[in-house]
């Protein structure tokens, strides 16, 4: 264990899911530290001001949204949600409050670490460009200074709709956003109601950048809960 090993506080009430996590990520090289319920939580990642928060929702003292709440009122890490509640309504509300992420129990230790290693990358490098304010995926280059979207070698026309919600995606990329913070920032408040606009632009968007459409490698759904641009 090093100074530069990645802290993480687990936020989880059942023991034997925290040392699953402890055991598992101490072995990645993170340095773990535990809370069993939501207020000793947020006062561990007051304290440890860990690089990554990992929350369940279901903790005996609180709701694991209003944990949520209470640390996006004064920090912007990493929050990845654990949790046995899988209906999308649950994985929305803790989207809206601000999680990065979102696994439903049982999980794989694999792609937790997966998950992390995004959310760690999107942190540290804040929006999702270079030093030239390009943006590089697979084949998909966006150029943000000259509002430029290349795939391979050929250059996309995109409406200005249709690069502001890539731009959005490209700003939080790796991040699950919902439809309904899509929709706000794109088209404003008044249109949060109105998916069937952002259906129709995600797939005027996966026809310009996407080789297979029905098969998108960049633009992914996060089913019934919103997108992903996959980095």
């Known amino acids: 264990m090093t100074n530069t090993d990645p802290v993480v506080v687990v936020i989880e009430d059942d023991p034997a899911i925290r040392l699953f996590l402890r055991t598992g990520l101490s072995a990645h090289r993170f340095k ?25 929702l279901g903790l005996p003292d609180m709701d694991g949204v209003e944990v949520i709440k209470s640390i996006r009122a004064w920090s912007a890490m990493p929050i990845i949600i654990l949790s046995a509640r899988s209906s ?102 008044s249109y949060k109601d109105n998916s069937h606009y952002l259906r129709i632009y995600m797939s005027q968007l996966r026809q310009k950048l996407e080789t297979d459409p029905t098969q998108p490698q960049y633009l992914l759904t996060e089913s019934g809960v919103g997108y992903r641009l996959k980095v």
């Not at 773990?32 to 929350?55: N, T, Y």
């Not at 992420?101 to 929006?127: C, M, N, Q, W």
């Open 32 to 56: 773990v530290f535990e809370a069993e319920r939501g207020q000793q939580g947020i006062i561990e990642a007051g304290v440890r001001k860990p690089d990554l928060i990992i929350l369940d």
């Open 88 to 189: 999308e309504q649950h994985k929305i509300d803790a989207l809206d409050a601000g999680a990065d992420d979102y696994l439903t129990k049982p999980f794989g230790l694999g792609e937790l670490l997966a998950r992390i290693r995004v959310a760690l990358r999107h942190s540290a490098s804040g929006p999702a460009q270079d030093e030239g304010g390009m943006f590089v995926t697979g084949a998909l280059k966006v150029d943000l200074l000259k509002r430029q979207v290349f795939v391979g070698d050929n250059e996309i026309h995109l409406t200005p709709i249709q690069y502001r919600l890539l731009s959005l995606l490209i700003k939080n990329a790796g991040k699950v956003l919902t439809h309904q913070y899509i929709l706000k920032e794109v088209w404003g408040p």
